[in-house]
């Protein structure tokens, strides 16, 4: 049940725009399908997003703001990595004042519209350590993963990429890749735990379970 909705009016749905998939189509098929994945998993089932994997990150902030401004009944989300440490209050503040970015909120949009994956997606891969351990097999390295810290937003983004590298690179699969790798594994994260361990997932997935 869905508290503050009267009976017979629809749910409004929340539609993601998602920084990740490349330019190919069988990469961005794998991005919403990992993506969507984990909101099952975190229990969205009566608000399973609709994810729009956009490539870039540039690319997910224009069609971010392009469908924004069309004052849709969706709830219409940002979704990209924060590329460093947050220390921002809000994202929007964070991607205005990042290097590189210097992205303006829109006038339609709030700070529940943006959100962050920090400092990367596959920092959420360090919250469950098993999963990274079923799927490489054989040889995985887990020592070579930095000790578990909470949050998990505080693992540096070069630390999370040589982690996984140096953990993966003597297993069964081999040296980890991220058009191989990275959505597989987003299917198969324990999303509890990824939400335990990072503040900014949870705000993500509180974010679409609260909307009206």
């Not at 994202?91 to 949009?109: I, N, T």
Request: proline share 6%; with cysteine; hydrophobic share 40%.
């Amino acid at each position: 049940m869905v508290v503050g909705r009267n009976r017979g009016e629809p749910l409004v749905r929340a539609t993601v725009y998602v920084e990740g998939g490349g330019n190919t189509r069988a990469l961005r098929q794998a991005c919403r399908e990992g993506f969507s994945s984990f909101f099952r998993k975190a229990g969205l089932n009566e608000r399973m997003p609709k994810v729009v994997a956009c490539g870039s990150r540039t690319q997910a902030y224009n069609k971010f703001r392009a469908a924004i401004s069309q004052r849709s009944p969706d709830f219409i989300v940002l979704l990209v990595d924060s590329e460093g440490p947050v220390k921002a209050d809000t994202p929007w503040v964070h991607l205005r004042e990042r290097e590189g970015d210097g992205w303006e909120r829109p006038a339609a949009a709030s700070d529940r519209n943006a959100h962050l994956m920090v400092q990367v997606m596959e920092s959420w891969f360090l919250a469950d350590r098993e999963c990274l351990m079923r799927y490489f097999g054989n040889g995985f390295n887990g020592s070579a993963l930095p000790a578990p810290q909470r949050p998990i937003e505080d693992v540096a983004k070069a630390d999370v990429e040589r982690a996984l590298r140096d953990s993966a690179k003597p297993s069964r699969k081999g040296r980890y890749t991220k058009g191989r790798d990275s959505f597989a594994l987003l299917r198969l994260l324990d999303a509890a735990k990824v939400i335990e361990a990072s503040p900014h997932a949870r705000r993500l997935i509180d974010a679409i379970a609260e909307i009206p």
